[in-house]
C-alpha cells in the first residue's frame, strides 16, 4: 500500500494588512470623505492600493497621517508644510516653533483689532475715525513710532539737541502687543494731537527756553534745569509734565536698559535732572495743595508765605544758569513766574499724560490747578508781601475817597439787610436744585450754600479770635436753610460786639471785615440768584455804597485762572447796581425781562 507524500511545510509569510476603503478611514478619522480625497490627491494620507474597479484602499499608517495632519491644519499649518513633515522633509519642533512664531504675530494683530473695535463701540467713534483706527492696526511698531519722532523732530528743529529733546525722544510711545482699550484710545488721540500745531509751539517755546537757560557748567545741570522748569520740560511746570514726563523718560530708559550708556553720559545726566524736577515739582505742589486744601486764596496777602517757601526751596537749584538770582525778590519772582507760564500748556501736558498711558506708566494727576494757583500767588505778589503792603495802604484810611456811608443806622445795619436777603434766596431753594450749576464754575447750589456758611463762620470766628479751621468739612448738614441761620445769627452777634468797627484785627479795622463779609454776601447772594431763577432784591443804595471799595479792594488783582475772579465783564444798559458789581467780579450778566 502506498502513502501519499506528505508536502514540505510553506515558510512562514506576514499576514497580508488590512487595507480599509475610503468611508471606512472616514470613519475612524471623523474627517469627510470628500476631504480625505483631497489631502490624498495632495500625497498627505495616498492609498495604498486601489482596487480592480479604481478604488482606494487605505493601509492603517493612513489613519495615523491623517489624524497628525488634521491636528497641524486646526494649528493653522498649510497643507504643502504637513506634507513636508509627514515625509519627514522637516523637523517637526522645528516647524512647530516658526508656526507659534507666527501665530503670536497673528494673535497680536487680532487682539489689536478687538481692542479697536471695542474703542469704537465705547466711544461711538465716526467714520474717519474708524479710519484712522485701520490704519493703526496696519500700522507696525517702527511706523507708529516714526510718526512720534518725526512730529518731535520737527517741532523741535535746531534746538531738539539738548535734554528736553533727549526727554521727549526717550520717552517715545510704544503701543503693547496686547493694548487695552485705554492704551487704543490714548493712542488715537495721541495721533490727532500730534497733529496739532499749538502743541508743537509749545513744545518749541519750551526747547527755545531751554537753550537760553542751560547752565553753563554741565555738573551742575541737573540741579539748575530741574528748577527752571523747561531744561528738560519738567521743573515747576503748572502742568503734569513735570512729573509724567520724568516719569516716561525714566520709565522708558529703565525698559531699554540704556541710561548712563552714552559716552558722554546725557541719559544719566538726564534722568538725574528729571528725578531733581520730580523732587522739586512734589514738594512745591504739596505746600499749594495744602493752601487749596484750607482754603486759601491766591490773591489774598496769606498766600505770600507759600510763594516765599517756594521760591526758597526753588532758588538754590538754578544756580549756574544765565542771571541766575541769589535770593527772593522781584527779578526771581518774575523768573518763577515766567517759567511757571511757559510749562503751563495743556497739550504738552495731555501729550505726557498719554505717553504714560501708552507705555503702560502710571499717569500724575494733572498739576494744572496747584500751578494755576502758584502762578496768581505770584502775580499777586511780585515782590515780598505786596498784597500786605497795598492793603495796609487801604486799610490806613476810613473809606474810599468820595464813597457814601451806606444807608440806616450804620454799616452793620446794611449788613443785615444783605443778610436778611440772603436767607430769602436760601429758604427757596429747594433739594431738588443742589446739583445745579451755578456762576462759580467749581460748584454747584449745594457747594455755593455750603460756602455762605462757610463765609459766616469764618468772619464771625475772626472777630471773635478764634476763626474755624475745618474749611473741608460739610457746614450744611441735613438743613441747610437752618445752617444758615445759625451761621448768620453767629455772624450778627459777633460783629454787634461793641467797638467791633474800631478794633484792630492784624492792620484791618473791623469796619473792614463787615464790609468783606458784605460784599461776600452781595455777590454769592447774586450767584445764588442766578443759579437758581430768583432775583436778588438787595439795596441798590447799598451796594452802590459799597462798589468804589470793592473796586478799591479788588481792581488790582490779577484775572487770571487760578484767582478769586474772572476778567470783568460787560454790563447792558440800564444794569442795576448789584448787576454791575457781580460783572465787575467776572459774572457774566444777561438781561432778563
Given at each position: ?6 508536502p ?7 499576514p ?7 468611508g ?8 469627510p ?7 490624498s ?10 482596487t480592480?474597479?479604481?478604488?482606494r484602499?487605505y ?6 497621517r ?12 498649510g497643507?504643502?508644510?504637513i506634507?513636508?513633515v509627514?515625509?519627514?522633509e522637516?523637523?517637526?519642533p ?5 508656526h ?18 471695542r ?9 474717519a475715525?474708524?479710519?484712522a ?20 523732530a ?56 531751554a ?9 551742575t ?9 523747561a531744561?528738560d520740560?519738567?521743573g515747576?511746570?503748572a ?8 516719569q516716561?523718560?525714566n520709565?522708558?530708559?529703565?525698559q ?23 523732587r ?12 487749596m ?7 489774598s ?8 517757601a ?11 544758569t ?6 527772593d ?33 502710571p ?18 505778589n511780585p ?6 503792603t497795598?492793603?495796609?495802604?487801604l ?15 450804620g ?6 439787610s444783605?443778610?436778611?436777603?440772603v ?7 429747594g ?27 469764618i ?13 473741608g468739612?460739610?457746614?450744611l ?28 484785627y ?9 464790609e ?23 439795596a441798590e443804595?447799598?451796594?452802590e ?12 488783582l ?8 474772572a ?5 447792558p444798559?440800564?444794569?442795576s447796581?448789584?448787576?454791575r458789581?457781580?460783572a ?10
Amino acid at each position: 500500500m502506498h502513502s501519499e507524500p506528505v508536502p514540505a511545510p510553506a515558510p512562514d509569510l506576514a499576514p497580508e494588512p488590512v487595507l480599509l476603503t475610503i468611508g471606512a478611514v472616514a470613519e475612524r478619522t471623523g474627517l469627510p470623505v470628500k476631504l480625505i480625497r483631497h489631502w490624498s490627491d495632495l500625497g498627505i494620507a495616498p492609498p495604498a492600493d486601489r482596487t480592480e474597479a479604481g478604488y482606494r484602499r487605505y493601509g492603517p499608517e493612513a489613519v495615523a497621517r491623517l489624524d497628525l495632519a488634521r491636528t497641524l491644519r486646526d494649528l493653522g499649518l498649510g497643507l504643502s508644510t504637513i506634507r513636508d513633515v509627514l515625509d519627514r522633509e522637516r523637523d517637526l519642533p522645528e516647524v512647530a516653533a516658526v508656526h507659534a512664531d507666527a501665530l503670536e504675530a497673528r494673535i497680536r494683530t487680532l487682539r489689536l483689532r478687538q481692542a479697536v473695535l471695542r474703542s469704537v463701540a465705547r466711544r461711538g467713534a465716526d467714520a474717519a475715525e474708524l479710519t484712522a483706527l485701520d490704519e493703526l492696526v496696519r500700522m507696525s511698531a517702527a511706523e507708529r513710532e516714526a510718526i512720534v519722532r518725526a512730529f518731535v523732530a520737527e517741532a523741535l528743529g535746531d534746538v531738539g539737541t539738548s535734554s528736553f529733546g533727549r526727554g521727549l525722544l526717550a520717552a517715545l510711545p510704544e503701543l503693547p502687543a496686547d493694548p487695552t482699550a485705554e492704551q487704543v484710545d490714548a493712542w488715537c488721540e495721541l495721533s490727532a494731537l500730534v497733529r496739532d500745531p499749538a502743541l508743537a509751539a509749545a513744545l518749541r517755546r519750551m526747547a527755545e527756553y531751554a537753550a537760553r537757560y542751560a547752565p553753563a557748567d554741565a555738573s551742575t545741570a541737573h540741579a539748575s534745569t530741574a528748577g527752571n522748569g523747561a531744561e528738560d520740560g519738567h521743573g515747576t511746570g503748572a502742568g503734569s509734565q513735570a512729573q509724567n514726563g520724568s516719569q516716561a523718560q525714566n520709565g522708558s530708559q529703565a525698559q531699554d536698559g540704556s541710561q548712563a550708556q552714552d559716552g558722554d553720559g546725557s541719559q544719566a545726566e538726564d534722568r538725574s535732572q528729571a528725578e531733581a524736577a520730580e523732587r522739586l515739582t512734589d514738594a512745591w505742589v504739596r505746600r499749594v495743595s495744602a493752601a487749596m486744601d484750607g482754603g486759601l486764596a491766591p490773591d489774598s496777602p496769606a498766600a505770600d508765605a507759600v510763594v516765599t517757601a517756594v521760591v526758597a526751596e526753588w532758588l538754590p537749584l538754578q544756580s549756574g544758569t544765565p542771571g541766575a538770582p541769589d535770593r527772593d525778590g522781584p527779578a526771581a519772582r518774575a523768573r518763577l513766574l515766567e517759567q511757571l507760564e511757559m510749562a503751563a500748556d495743556a497739550r504738552a501736558e495731555r501729550y505726557w499724560q498719554l505717553v504714560c498711558v501708552i507705555n503702560g506708566l502710571p499717569v500724575r494727576p494733572s498739576l494744572a490747578p496747584a500751578g494755576a494757583w502758584l502762578i496768581t500767588a505770584l502775580r499777586t505778589n511780585p515782590t515780598p508781601g505786596a498784597r500786605a503792603t497795598a492793603l495796609e495802604a487801604l486799610y490806613d484810611g476810613d473809606a474810599a475817597p468820595g464813597a457814601p456811608e451806606p444807608p440806616g443806622t450804620g454799616l452793620v445795619d446794611a449788613f443785615a439787610s444783605v443778610l436778611a436777603e440772603v436767607e430769602r434766596l436760601v429758604t427757596a431753594v429747594g433739594p431738588d436744585r443742589f446739583g445745579d450749576p451755578t456762576p462759580c464754575a467749581d460748584w454747584d447750589v449745594r457747594a455755593l450754600l455750603d460756602h455762605l456758611v462757610w463765609e459766616n463762620l469764618i468772619w464771625a470766628g475772626l472777630a471773635e479770635g478764634s476763626p474755624p479751621t475745618d474749611h473741608g468739612a460739610d457746614h450744611l448738614g441735613a438743613d441747610p436753610l437752618a445752617a444758615f441761620r445759625a451761621a448768620a445769627s453767629a455772624t450778627m452777634t459777633a460783629f454787634r460786639r461793641p467797638g467791633m468797627l474800631e478794633r484792630r484785627y492784624g492792620p484791618a479795622p473791623g469796619r473792614r471785615l463787615v464790609e468783606q463779609l458784605l460784599i461776600e454776601m452781595l455777590v454769592h447772594g447774586w450767584d445764588l440768584a442766578m443759579a437758581t431763577g430768583q432775583r436778588p432784591g438787595f439795596a441798590e443804595e447799598t451796594v452802590e455804597a459799597v462798589l468804589p471799595s470793592v473796586r478799591e479792594i479788588y481792581g488790582a488783582l490779577p484775572r487770571t485762572p487760578g484767582g478769586s475772579f474772572a476778567p470783568e465783564a460787560p454790563v447792558p444798559d440800564g444794569s442795576s447796581a448789584t448787576d454791575r458789581l457781580a460783572a465787575f467780579l467776572g459774572r457774566r450778566v444777561v438781561r432778563t425781562p
